[in-house]
C-alpha cells in the first residue's frame, strides 16, 4: 500500500513539474530571452530547476527505499550515529553547497545583466517615471515623449532612468533583462541591451494599488537604422 503510495506521489510530482514547465513560454516568458542579461536569468532558472529535480528524486527514492526496507533493530550508539549522519548531511551540507552553488553563479550572473557603466561608450539615455497607472517616458537627448511605449535600438545599451511620482513601482521586461524596483525621490538606473528587434511586453512586478494590473507597457526593439527612421518620424510627427 505505501509503496503504491509512493509511486502515485512521484508520478504527480514529476506530473507537475513538467505541467509548469510547459506554461513557461509566452511573452512575460523569463525562458524565452531576446539578450545576453535576459539569457543570463534563463540560464540560472534552469540550473535552479534542474538542481530542484535531482534533489526531487533523490528526497523521494530514499523515502521509498525508507518505507520499503525491512526494519533492521541498530543498538542505540549505531542508531544515534545514523540520525547525526542524516541531520548533518540533509540539514546542513546540503543545503550549504546548494546556496554557495546559487552564489557561485548567482552573482557574477546578477553583474553581467546590470551591465556596468562603460560597456558601451554612449548608451541611450531613456527617462522614465511612474505613477498610478502609467509610465511616462522620455528621451532627453531628442525631446520625445510617451506614455507606456518605449523603443530601443537593437544591439545598443540603453540606460533607462527610473523614478516614480507616488508609491514603489517595479520596472520588468522578462525577455530583456531583470526587474528594478521604481522608487519615489530616487533615481535607479537599469541597462539593458536586446539583440533581437522585436516588440516586448512589460509590466510593473511591485503591487501598486487598485490599478497595478493596468501597469503595463510595450518595448519596441528596431534595427539600428529602423530606430533612426522612428525617431525623425516623431520629431516631424511633433
Excluded at 509511486?7 to 513557461?24: E, N, S, V
Excluded at 553547497?97 to 557574477?108: M, S, Y
Excluded at 541591451?193 to 497595478?212: I, L, M, N, S
Amino acid at each position: 500500500m505505501l509503496g503504491s503510495a509512493a509511486k502515485i506521489l512521484t508520478a504527480i510530482g514529476c506530473f507537475a513539474m513538467f505541467g509548469a514547465l510547459a506554461g513557461c513560454s509566452g511573452e512575460l516568458s523569463v525562458l524565452s530571452p531576446a539578450s545576453a542579461g535576459a539569457a543570463d536569468a534563463a540560464a540560472l532558472w534552469w540550473g535552479m530547476a534542474i538542481g530542484f529535480t535531482a534533489v526531487f528524486i533523490a528526497v523521494v527514492a530514499l523515502w521509498v527505499y525508507a518505507i520499503r526496507r525491512p526494519p533492521t533493530p541498530l543498538k542505540p550508539s549505531a542508531a544515534r550515529r545514523q540520525y547525526q549522519y542524516w541531520l548533518i548531511s540533509g540539514g546542513l551540507v546540503l543545503p550549504s553547497i546548494a546556496i554557495l552553488l546559487l552564489l557561485l553563479f548567482g552573482i557574477p550572473a546578477g553583474h553581467r545583466m546590470q551591465l556596468p557603466a562603460g560597456h558601451d561608450d554612449e548608451p541611450l539615455q531613456i527617462e522614465v517615471t511612474a505613477r498610478q497607472w502609467q509610465w511616462e517616458v522620455s528621451y532627453p537627448d531628442s525631446g520625445i515623449e510617451l506614455v507606456n511605449e518605449i523603443h530601443l535600438p537593437a544591439g545598443k545599451v540603453a540606460e533607462i532612468h527610473l523614478t516614480s511620482q507616488d508609491v514603489i513601482h517595479s520596472f520588468w521586461v522578462p525577455r530583456l533583462g531583470g526587474k528594478l524596483d521604481v522608487l519615489p525621490g530616487r533615481a535607479n538606473v537599469l541597462r539593458l541591451k536586446p539583440d533581437q528587434a522585436g516588440t516586448y511586453r512589460g509590466q510593473c512586478a511591485e503591487f501598486c494599488g487598485t490599478g497595478h494590473t493596468y501597469m503595463q507597457f510595450t518595448v519596441v526593439v528596431h534595427e539600428t537604422g529602423a530606430f533612426e527612421h522612428w525617431q525623425e518620424r516623431e520629431l516631424s510627427d511633433d
